[in-house]
DNA sequence: GGACGCGTCCCCCGGCCGGGGGAGAGCGGG
DNA sequence: CCCGCTCTCCCCCGGCCGGGGGACGCGTCC
């Protein structure tokens, strides 16, 4: 077995944190928190310092992206792994996480000894998500990952402009594509009529339709 | 909760057959077994006759494949979702036998409290894939699933709501989807409040990629 | 410095869309 | 024979969306 998975925990809420730490506890000889962070910068410093093999992270990490953390994460640091601890049971937000360079996303709603299981599985190399979420995932898995990263530049789109169009795939409306984005609902308006007279289409349902058909999507 | 889950086992092991059985006698509540098979020909008239929940199947069913038994009882009992119980831990499996209509996929060293969480789910029309795997699949994926038919997920579409559908997929307007299958235009909005309910989502958008995902267009 | 592209945000307006009610016809099974 | 399902069509209404105007700051390139 060997040594016992060292593990920082990252979360904005107090309580998430004790929680954890109690669920963790009883588990010393395989498990063991070696710190926590509130935010960002926080995580940022332990990880660095403490090196440790998992960075347990919620997504949302009051008004930072947890995607963002992750990101600069793994880059700084990549013998640690990092595992999103979530509510949101979407794939959409799975496949950002592992984009982003994460090794696992979990529910919020695991126990203790299955927590345990996968935080000692993703020391060991390997990918663990949510069962519920994994078997629709493996549906859609294949899709997905089909494209590269960003290959919007087929058309001529922007950064910017692909990204809402990745949204715009997965059925995001304007409302929730800005959220997401942390934008204005006019500013996704304009990059959408952007897109439509790129892709040439007149509405949002053929622009999904044209960037599935020419593989623009993500 | 609900009725306890009702399950058939096959496996051509006497041996695995009793600890299926003695694994799951402790949850007679959740979990009942209602009959066992060695043979895929045994298998499929009990499957017939007692139309289960769920079918636990090995993949290795001695000379005959599991795959084929499977595809055959979704084909002839649809209601009855097919979970597989095998020892070899390889995405390509787990593919091949959600391809067959599959709708789970568990290593055999799953323990019984697991086992009875992983059937309830299923039964409620969940995909169950082992953790491990399926984490696995969610990055390295694969190109098996394109285009294939998933007999368990149809979401109880009419014919001409289907139709509707591949229209609405390939980004046509309510006033074209009218044009195209001569129906009022009322007619259609109609059949789409029907395709919403169905496929749970809000909005056309989300439709479409709810259907690509899923497979669920022609 | 000026031109240009990009990203952000704002206004107005008309039309399409989604959700809530229906209704009537046909068809098959209990 | 009636029930349930499907398919067809209707009205109203509120909200979202798409198209037309902009504006401003920021970089880059010449």
Same mark, same amino acid.
């Given at each position: 077995?060997?040594?016992?998975?060292?593990?920082?925990?990252? %979360?904005?809420? *107090?309580?998430?944190?004790?929680?954890?730490?109690?669920?963790?506890?009883?588990?010393?000889?395989?498990?063991?928190?070696?710190?926590?962070?509130? /935010?960002? +910068?926080?995580?940022?410093?332990?990880? /660095?310092?403490?090196?440790?093999? $998992?960075?347990?992270?919620?997504?949302?990490?009051? @008004? *930072?992206?947890?995607? %963002?953390?992750?990101?600069?994460?793994? &880059?700084?640091? @990549? +013998?640690?792994?990092?595992?999103?601890?979530?509510?949101? %049971?979407?794939?959409?937000?799975?496949?950002? !996480?592992?984009?982003?360079?994460?090794?696992?996303?979990?529910?919020?709603? $695991?126990?203790? @000894? +299955?927590?345990?299981?996968?935080?000692?599985?993703? !020391?060991?190399?390997?990918?663990?998500?949510?069962?519920?979420? #994994?078997?629709?995932?493996?549906? /859609? #898995?294949?899709?997905?990952?089909? &494209? *590269?990263?960003?290959?919007?530049?087929?058309? &001529?789109?922007?950064?910017?402009?692909?990204?809402?169009?990745?949204?715009?795939?997965?059925?995001?409306?304007?409302?929730?594509?800005? #959220?997401?984005?942390?934008?204005?609902?006019?500013?996704?308006?304009?990059?959408?009529? #952007?897109?439509?007279?790129?892709?040439?289409? !007149?509405?949002?349902?053929? !622009?999904?339709?044209?960037?599935?058909?020419?593989?623009?999507?993500?």
């Amino acid at each position: 077995m060997g040594a016992p998975v060292r593990v920082v925990l990252v %979360d904005d809420h *107090e309580m998430i944190l004790a929680g954890l730490q109690a669920m963790l506890a009883g588990f010393a000889g395989r498990v063991r928190v070696v710190g926590q962070a509130g /935010t960002g +910068e926080e995580a940022t410093r332990l990880v /660095t310092a403490l090196r440790p093999d $998992v960075v347990l992270l919620d997504v949302r990490l009051g @008004p *930072e992206s947890g995607l %963002d953390l992750c990101r600069l994460l793994t &880059g700084r640091v @990549p +013998e640690a792994r990092v595992v999103f601890l979530s509510v949101y %049971d979407d794939e959409q937000y799975v496949f950002e !996480a592992l984009r982003a360079g994460a090794g696992g996303y979990l529910l919020k709603r $695991v126990d203790g @000894p +299955e927590l345990v299981r996968r935080l000692e599985e993703v !020391a060991q190399g390997e990918t663990v998500v949510d069962p519920t979420l #994994a078997g629709r995932m493996a549906v /859609t #898995a294949a899709r997905l990952t089909r &494209g *590269e990263f960003w290959p919007g530049a087929n058309r &001529g789109l922007t950064q910017r402009e692909s990204e809402v169009l990745s949204l715009l795939v997965g059925g995001l409306s304007n409302k929730a594509i800005a #959220a997401r984005l942390v934008l204005s609902e006019e500013t996704v308006k304009s990059h959408l009529r #952007a897109l439509y007279r790129k892709l040439e289409v !007149a509405d949002r349902s053929a !622009a999904i339709a044209v960037a599935l058909r020419e593989g623009l999507f993500r």
